[in-house]
T-cell receptor, first 115, second 113 residues
Framework: AQSVSQHNHHVILSEAASLELGCNYS??????LFWYVQYPGQHLQLLLK??????LVKGIKGFEAEFIKSKFSFNLRKPSVQWSDTAEYFC?????????????FGKGTKLSVKP | EPEVTQTPSHQVTQMGQEVILRCVPI?????FYWYRQILGQKVEFLVS????????KSEIFDDQFSVERPDGSNFTLKIRSTKLEDSAMYFC???????????FGPGTRLLVL
C-alpha cells in the first residue's frame, strides 16, 4: 500500500541548531515529493518539491531536502533553525504523471524552536 | 499572490444535519481537491475533480459526500447527514494545468455534536 512515514512526531530544538526531519515513502512507481509547512493558525504552504533532476532541492526560508531513491527517502534539512520555524511539517508524495495526482501525506512532525 | 480561500473557517453542526463547505480555488486552476485531517491524524485525500466531474475518490468519500462546482469560481463539498466521526479539518486544494503542485486553503474546522 502507498504510504508516507515521518519518523519524528515532535522535535524540540534551540535556535541555531541544525534540523533534519525524516521522511520515507512506499509507492509502486515514480513519484513527486513535497514538503508542506503549517505555521500555527495558518494553512498548509508548500516549502519545497522534487519532480526530477538534481536530487538536492532548495526551498523557501533556507530549507532543503534530498531525494535518495535507493532509500525511498526525502529528508528535510535546515542548517540553523529560527524561532519562526516553529510549525508542523508534512511530507507528501503523488504519482508522477498520474491521472489524478492526489497527495499521500505523512502524519506530520511538529517542530518547536526555543528562543 | 493568488490564494485558495475557504468558508466558513469554523462550523458546528448537529449529527444528521447537512453541511456545505465552500472553496474558491485559484482562478486559472483546473484541478480541485478535498482533503481532511481528523485531530491528531494525517491529512487524508477525499476526492479530486476535473472538467466538472470526479476524477478520483477515496474510500472515505462515500454516498454521504458530494462535490460540485456550481459556478465558475466556487467548489463545494457537501456532507448530507453528518456523523460524529466527520469532525475534522477539511482542506480544499487546487492545481494548475500541469497538475504538479497543489495549493491549499486555510481549512474549515467542522465539529459535529
Amino acid at each position: 500500500a502507498q504510504s508516507v512515514s515521518q519518523h519524528n512526531h515532535h522535535v524540540i530544538l534551540s535556535e541555531a541548531a541544525s534540523l533534519e526531519l525524516g521522511c520515507n515513502y512506499s509507492y509502486g512507481g515514480t513519484v513527486n515529493l513535497f514538503w508542506y509547512v503549517q505555521y500555527p493558525g495558518q494553512h498548509l504552504q508548500l516549502l519545497l518539491k522534487y519532480f526530477s533532476g538534481d536530487p538536492l532541492v532548495k526551498g523557501i526560508k533556507g530549507f532543503e531536502a534530498e531525494f535518495i531513491k535507493s532509500k525511498f527517502s526525502f529528508n528535510l534539512r535546515k542548517p540553523s533553525v529560527q524561532w519562526s520555524d516553529t510549525a508542523e511539517y508534512f511530507c507528501a508524495v503523488n504519482a508522477r504523471g498520474g491521472s489524478q495526482g492526489n497527495l499521500i501525506f505523512g502524519k506530520g512532525t511538529k517542530l518547536s524552536v526555543k528562543p | 499572490e493568488p490564494e485558495v480561500t475557504q468558508t466558513p473557517s469554523h462550523q458546528v453542526t448537529q449529527m444528521g444535519q447537512e453541511v456545505i463547505l465552500r472553496c474558491v480555488p485559484i482562478s486559472n486552476h483546473l484541478y480541485f481537491y478535498w482533503y481532511r485531517q481528523i485531530l491528531g491524524q494525517k491529512v487524508e485525500f477525499l476526492v479530486s475533480f476535473y472538467n466538472n466531474e470526479i476524477s478520483e475518490k477515496s474510500e472515505i468519500f462515500d454516498d454521504q459526500f458530494s462535490v460540485e462546482r456550481p459556478d465558475g469560481s466556487n467548489f463545494t463539498l457537501k456532507i448530507r447527514s453528518t456523523k460524529l466521526e466527520d469532525s475534522a479539518m477539511y482542506f480544499c486544494a487546487s492545481s494548475g494545468p500541469g497538475r504538479e503542485t497543489q495549493y491549499f486553503g486555510p481549512g474549515t474546522r467542522l465539529l459535529v455534536l
